[in-house]
């Protein structure tokens, strides 16, 4: 199956401040999505972004597929942003069968 | 809330005890999935089901049995677990087998 690397592992931002999270893939996906897991457990989808640019709000991604990589941009950051941040993308000829990284770990001071 | 809805959102069981996972979802979506994730570790798929049907045993051993009545419902029943099946269980859902998923609040499961 494919290999999902996620950088950084950590993140410590001041409210306000701006950050950028990265996936990579060892494989070209066709199904990548990106999740928020808040310190309760709950994952919200945030993105399906196979390729492109998509914006909601304060967050936005893109996706360049031919190099396989995803970035998330968080704008503003505020409190309840803190959390984990999964990317994930199918493997191999599965579709449906995500493999998810391993995560970023954000937490937002005030 | 997501429109998928887990019970129990805690359980502890002993090794021998036989417990079940709830699973619902309100989003009239076709596919469910179950995911284990354990401390430090990523999400793990375990099963998928479609329209269902079982399209995916992702080497799960048969202490996890997953049953799938109608679309929106979905079990994952636990007898003779070890203290390593400790972890917090998630269920998903999504409209298709390639489209977004949408994951319940998770079961937290403590085997003694």
């Known amino acids: 199956g494919i290999q999902v690397e996620q950088s950084p592992p950590d993140l410590i931002l001041q409210e306000g401040a701006n950050s950028t999270l990265r996936c990579n893939f060892s494989?070209?996906?066709?199904?990548l999505q990106w999740f928020h897991q808040n310190p309760w457990g709950q994952l919200i989808n945030l993105f399906y972004i196979p390729s492109g640019t998509k914006q909601n709000g304060r967050l936005s991604a893109t996706t360049v597929a031919t190099e396989r990589y995803s970035l998330l941009y968080i704008s503003s950051s505020q409190t309840t942003d803190s959390g984990v941040y999964f990317c994930a993308g199918n493997s191999g000829g599965s579709n449906y069968k995500l493999t998810f990284g391993k995560g970023t770990l954000l937490t937002v001071n005030p | 809330e997501t429109g998928v809805t887990q019970t129990p959102r805690h359980l502890v069981m002993g090794m021998t005890n036989k417990k079940s996972l709830k699973c619902e979802q309100h989003?009239?979506?076709?596919?469910m999935y179950w995911y284990k994730q354990s401390a430090k570790k990523p999400l793990e798929l375990m099963f998928v089901y479609s329209l269902e049907e079982r399209v995916e045993n992702n080497s799960v051993p048969s202490r996890f049995s997953p049953e799938c009545p109608n679309s929106s419902h979905l079990f994952l029943h636990l007898h003779t677990l070890q203290p390593e099946d400790s972890a917090l269980y998630l269920c998903?859902?999504?409209?298709?087998?390639?489209?977004?998923?949408?994951f319940g609040a998770g079961t937290r499961l403590s085997v003694l």
């Open positions: 494989d070209s996906v066709n199904n």
């Open positions: 989003l009239g979506h076709n596919a």
């Open positions: 998903a859902s999504s409209q298709s087998l390639t489209g977004t998923q949408y």
